[in-house]
């Protein structure tokens, strides 16, 4: 079956536009997860959607970040005024989670394939 | 802040040794642990969790777990040049899942 989906699979732009990243998770997966990693660096998390519960936004770097999930599938990344920090893989991951709370053993997370901003 | 520290590595090992893999971490309400391992410019793929303290094995991989020690490790026997990749360590705390930087293993035949 196919797994999470995310494009564009290479963003370029410059300093101060803003981008949308999308991410296609896994059908009927009701947890999606957005991550960034930056080169030689781990998995910075950014922030976690669970069915209709409100987002935990704890992650978003500043308020140029924010992500929205659409009829509990699709999501965007928006990151508004692009800076050169920005620059970075994002990563969107989706789970089977049944209700909130927190995670366990059992949620297995699929990555998507990520998307490399680079911001000049 | 909940913290997850791996050796970055290079770690080089011949191929048929094992690799031995270790994280730490802070926060001691940490329930739920995994190893994922990342090719170069490829996304994270899981290879074991583990919940409770002691070893669990799949096939030539075994995670151990020691919540009193807030240490967790994945041995790799019979090490391959296909396992050459970076493996993360993640830990679970409130809704979120804390990953380490990884450290890379090198699999030489």
């Known amino acids: 079956g196919a797994g999470v989906s995310q494009s564009p699979s290479n963003k370029v732009t410059e300093k101060g536009k803003d981008v949308e990243l999308r991410c296609d998770p896994i059908s009927g997966h009701t947890a999606l997860y957005w991550y960034r990693q930056s080169l030689g660096q781990g998995l910075e998390f950014l922030i976690y959607?669970?069915?209709?519960?409100?987002?935990?936004k704890s992650g978003l770097p500043s308020d140029r970040f924010s992500a929205e999930r659409t009829g509990g599938s699709v999501s965007t990344l928006t990151i508004q005024r692009t800076q050169q920090e920005d620059s970075a893989v994002y990563l969107c991951?989706?789970?089977?989670?049944?209700?909130?709370?927190?995670?366990?053993?059992?949620?297995?997370?699929?990555f998507g394939p990520g998307t490399r901003l680079t911001v000049l | 802040q909940k913290e997850v520290e791996q050796n970055s590595g290079p770690l080089s090992v011949p191929e048929g040794a094992i690799a031995s893999l270790n994280c730490t971490y802070s926060?001691?309400?940490?329930?739920?642990f995994f190893w994922y391992r990342q090719y170069s410019g490829k996304s994270p793929e899981l290879i074991m969790s583990?919940?409770?303290?002691g070893d669990k094995e799949d096939g030539r991989f075994t995670a151990q777990l020691n919540k009193a020690s807030q240490y967790v490790s994945l041995l790799i026997r019979d090490s391959q040049p296909s396992d050459s990749a970076t493996y993360l360590c993640a830990v679970t705390g409130g809704n979120q899942f804390y990953f380490g930087t990884g450290t890379s293993l090198t699999v030489i035949p």
């Open positions: 991951a989706s789970s089977p989670r049944i209700g909130g709370g927190t995670p366990t053993y059992t949620d297995t997370q699929y």
């Open positions: 926060d001691r309400g940490s329930q739920s």
């Open positions: 583990i919940y409770s303290n």
């Open positions: 959607f669970q069915g209709n519960s409100a987002p935990d």
